[in-house]
């Protein structure tokens, strides 16, 4: 049976007015739109922007959003939001939204029908299906994620789907997986309440993760202490809030987390319990690695003294030994952060190892208030790109396409063919591109993103699209629908029903709200048309076991559901009946979706979620792999690493190597670049440079310089300055001691703006376990202009 | 080149140097001409729809350090220190100001593209019983705790109290619940009859 919210509505009050409910909900946590002041109507979402996930109202008044508050229901924000959260509604409604399909005909994309658009689509995957792609996103829904697997490869029998998160957490990933054998966080924010001292690594939640930052910070307000300690590359908003600023040499992190190890071993300050009962030592750099014993791990470690880490790190032995006390304390709650900066890393992989050993060794892990804790950027990298494995090698659930049983599962779920998916790992992004642009992939279609001005060394990866089969679906024109074949309008946020997954494990839904506007249509409509259309046009992919059409659901009476008409999938709620078939996929890996009914009544809630046998309650998981809180745990182990690569419910604690970055400044090159984002901008800037309010306060691009470099190149605020790297070059204002301050001998630029692309400067070398790019390091030179 | 030496001068020139660095605003477009009439701090606050978070209105010292904000912000002491009307902050449980409060001083900064959004507009009256009873509150009060923030004297005259020597406002003026749908009230949730 099938919900949409009226119905829900209906069924809430019913179930509200009977006792089983009655005593266990409280009506606000019904999520019910409520009606305000005149046809004001306020419902909840997760906000359109950041992996932090907060709970907003959208306020919708004669089919419009006219406003947008932080929910104060919601467990992650309590009310509060950022600036791009408040001014999400405004972003729908840039003047030159995409509202008709465009098709390109000599040269130039003009406007046709849905059903030539589609068409023109389908031809093409059926004349070279082996060679068509698919880039996604962390802001791909999760059924559009979803959608889009099956199309992918239980349709068409390729692995080429990769998202742009590639980009952005795949070493978070990879570090977890090798790490504790499963993908996810084991803390949560209820952490960050707790924690005596949060570590940042590279990090600047005060731009990127701001209502975070909020929670932490707004602590001391409440006289709580909470010490903050900023390992950085450049003083940014969050340094200002720090109680230590700790600067380092680019890559110069693996040398740090390495000695803090060597530190509290060498001092016995270590947790000798928790270390015995809960981890196994490894070496070697790959993903297998070879068994070592703990004296030889310490033996290793040796190399890592204060004066090696200072030689490689530029950290001072007093820095490292307070950090080294920090963790060496028994008594003091730490949590570690991070983001971008150690994911986006040539060594990703092992920068998120060896901060996990840092957590292990000092025993603080999986307690409350004590968790190594990996940011997500995007609201739904982990429920999407994650959790449904939109990645190259992935299957959904945390299953892979190398693993025949895990093929097997899945064909079985999706009622396929034995057979069907194929045990060939697809490309990942960076190797998409290139493929792309060798002509070895003759086509693509890139939903939610906008990789002509996002993939790093854009002259070497992007400069092809436009001779390729490209199909962008979008909702603004970008610097990609400008390469397109074929440009789809889509629907945005709560033009359509959602799911999110948050940075915590957090399952959140929204129910659509107002009409996308023009033609606009549903990602997942989209998805489905074209598979249809193959399916007519004979592709034998588009067919299930039964022969029956690929996306074949049905209704009560068992009739099947037309979803490929726009005007039966309209008045669907496809995403329940896509995660009804979604939800049991979760369950092999034991991350538990809570059933949909279950996350239209919350706000959320954090996986693996278990129905108590006892009271019949959906109990969700704050803290994985801890007794008392996780279903999954052994009873009486205290942590269980269940996923263990051991299979003997451990951990591993890693020996992975300092390794200098592959571009390091010279005599040519003399400055670091690095690249980000910045609090008003989100990525590419394609919506948040729509809404007035946030372009007029970051209205352009800029570089960051040090003061001291500025004065030796005169160089101040205003002044033009080139940034050349070997890959290209780009002319910016200077900001001088402006929103931060780079460390001696390094610049940053932001990535947000198309008329300025960074990315023709950056370097595609990346994580050889993640793959992916570094975007925080290469050699540029400065020159006034 | 008046253009060029505004930009230097009112870009460059360090606004307050209470943190060891000298601080600056954001740099313009090349050679981009600053009307100084924007430079003032008088400037009416401005916001995309009832409920958002207005932008600063004046340039700012130190794009950095949100905490300079609350030098002027902090208290309504503050006003009649500085013989000038600040608007104090309403949410003084909130430190991080500048995340939700963004630079919205250069108005010479055209837009980046066409917007057609409508925002929810201004709430309008509150009610009353009768024509001599206080009126009620017709906006939600979640992060309105100081109501003198924008109804005081630094507030727009149109909304401004008529008496803002009593502070005990919420003794006579209550919210409507109607108007405050996110904070449940404890009846909402209660369990069962009574
Ligand atoms: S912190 Fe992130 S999720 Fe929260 S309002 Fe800001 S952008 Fe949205």
């Not at chain 1, 909470?226 to 040398?255: C, M, N, W």
């Amino acid at each position: 049976m099938q919900t949409n919210r009226r119905d829900f509505l209906k069924q809430a009050a019913l179930a509200f007015a009977s006792s089983v409910l009655a005593g266990s909900l409280p009506r606000s946590l019904l999520a019910a739109p409520a009606e305000g002041m005149d046809g004001l109507v306020w419902h909840k979402a997760p906000c359109r922007f950041c992996g932090t996930g907060c709970g907003v109202m959208v306020g919708v008044k004669d089919g419009r959003v006219v406003a947008v508050q932080g929910d104060l229901e919601n467990p992650v924000n309590r009310g509060l939001l950022c600036v791009k959260g408040y001014h999400a509604g405004v972003a729908l409604y840039g003047k030159d939204r995409l509202t008709t399909p465009l098709l390109r005909k000599n040269g130039k994309l003009e406007p046709v029908s849905w059903d030539e658009a589609i068409e023109a689509i389908a031809r093409e995957i059926l004349a070279r299906p082996a060679t068509f792609g698919f880039y996604g996103s962390g802001q791909w829904t999760v059924i559009e994620g979803f959608t889009v697997m099956k199309f992918m490869k239980g349709g068409l029998g390729n692995n080429h789907v990769d998202p742009n998160a590639r980009l952005c957490m795949a070493s978070a990933v990879v570090g977890m997986t090798t790490t504790y054998g499963v993908d996810e966080p084991s803390g949560c924010y209820d952490d960050f309440d707790l924690a005596d001292t949060i570590i940042l690594w590279g990090n600047n939640p005060a731009e990127m993760h701001p209502v975070l930052w909020s929670r932490i910070i707004d602590r001391r307000a409440k006289g709580q202490k909470v010490e903050v300690i900023d390992l950085g590359t450049r003083r940014t908003r969050s340094t200002e809030e720090a109680d230590h600023y700790i600067a380092f040499t680019p890559q110069g992190d693996l040398a740090i987390a390495n000695g803090i190890c060597h530190l509290l071993i060498k001092s016995g300050k270590y947790d000798k319990d928790w270390v015995t009962k809960h981890c196994n030592f490894r070496k070697g750099g790959d993903a297998e690695g070879e068994a070592m014993t703990f004296e030889e791990y310490a033996k290793w470690l040796e190399t890592y003294t204060p004066e090696f880490v200072q030689k490689v790190a530029g950290v001072r032995p007093a820095q490292l030994q307070l950090l080294a006390d920090r963790f060496a304390d028994p008594k003091r709650k730490i949590v570690s952060l991070w983001c971008m900066g150690m994911n986006q890393h040539t060594r990703g992989t092992w920068i998120n190892n060896l901060v996990y050993n840092v957590h292990f060794l000092s025993g603080k892990f999986a307690k409350p208030g004590s968790t190594a804790f990996s940011l997500t950027g995007q609201p739904s990298a982990c429920g999407t790109c994650r959790e449904v494995g939109t990645l190259g090698h992935a299957l959904p659930g945390g299953r892979i396409v190398a693993n025949e049983q895990h093929r097997k599962e899945c064909e079985e779920l999706w009622n396929l063919p034995a057979g069907r998916i194929n045990p060939k790992p697809g490309h990942h992004a960076v190797s998409l591109f290139e493929a792309l642009q060798k002509g070895e992939m003759t086509g693509c279609w890139v939903q939610v993103t906008n990789p002509a001005q996002s993939m790093p060394n854009l002259t070497g990866l992007t400069s092809k699209l436009r001779e390729r089969f490209l199909v962008v679906s979008d909702v603004y024109p970008t610097a990609t629908t400008d390469q397109a074949t074929v440009v789809l309008p889509s629907a945005m946020w709560v033009e359509k029903n959602g799911i999110f997954g948050n940075s915590e494990r957090r399952t959140q839904q929204w129910f659509k709200m107002i009409e996308p506007p023009g033609q606009a249509r549903d990602d997942v409509w989209q998805v489905i048309a074209v598979a249809r259309k193959l399916f007519e046009l004979g592709h034998p992919g588009m067919k299930n076991k039964d022969g029956e059409f690929l996306f074949t659901y049905k209704d009560a009476s068992g009739k099947p559901i037309e979803l490929w008409k726009w005007e039966v999938f309209k008045q669907t709620n496809a995403d329940q009946l896509l995660y009804a078939e979604y939800q049991p996929f979760t369950l092999m890996k034991k991350y538990s979706l809570a059933p949909y009914d279950e996350l239209v009544k919350t706000r959320g809630l954090r996986w693996p979620v278990v129905k108590d046998q006892a009271t019949g309650v959906w109990r969700e998981t704050p803290r994985r792999f801890v007794e008392g809180e996780d279903p999954f745990v052994e009873p009486g182990r205290g942590v269980d690493f269940y996923w263990g690569k051991l299979k003997d419910h451990k951990a591993l604690v890693w020996a992975r190597p300092y390794e200098a970055p592959p571009e390091v400044p010279d005599n040519k090159y003399p400055f670091w670049l690095c690249t980000g984002r910045v609090l008003e901008h989100w990525h590419t800037g394609t919506m948040t440079r729509r809404v007035p309010q946030l372009h007029r306060a970051m209205p352009r691009a800029f570089v960051e310089l040090n003061p001291e470099d500025a004065a030796r190149l005169n160089i101040s605020t205003g002044d033009r300055v080139k940034i050349t790297s070997r890959r290209g070059e780009l002319t910016l204002p200077a900001w001088i001691n402006g929103r931060s301050i780079p460390n001696r001998g390094s610049v940053f630029v932001p990535f947000f703006a198309e008329e300025s692309l960074i990315n023709l400067v950056t370097l595609e070398a990346h994580c050889p376990l993640s793959k992916e790019p570094d975007y925080k390091k290469c050699a540029v030179s400065i020159a006034k202009v | 080149m008046a253009g060029l030496a505004s930009l230097l001068l009112a870009a460059d020139s360090p606004i307050t140097t209470r943190s060891t660095v000298q601080v600056y605003t954001q740099p313009r477009s090349f050679a981009q001409p600053i009307r100084p009439d924007v430079l003032g701090t008088n400037i009416t606050a401005d916001r995309a729809f009832l409920g958002a978070p207005p932008v600063m209105p004046h340039t700012f010292a130190g794009d950095r350090d949100g905490r300079y904000c609350l030098e002027c912000h902090a208290r309504e002491t503050r006003i009649e220190k500085r013989q000038q009307a600040i608007a104090p902050v309403p949410h003084a449980e909130f430190s991080q100001c500048q995340q939700c409060h963004v630079n919205g001083s250069d108005k010479t900064v055209g837009l980046f593209r066409a917007s057609d959004f409508l925002g929810l507009d201004f709430p309008g009256k509150g009610t009353r019983a009768h024509p001599l009873a206080p009126p009620s509150i017709p906006h939600k009060t979640f992060m309105r705790d100081n109501c003198l923030s924008c109804h005081g004297p630094t507030g727009k005259q149109r909304i401004a109290t008529p008496h803002p020597w009593r502070s005990q406002c919420q003794q006579c003026h209550v919210p409507d619940a109607s108007k405050n749908y996110d904070r449940p009230l404890p009846w909402e949730e209660l369990k069962g009859e009574l």
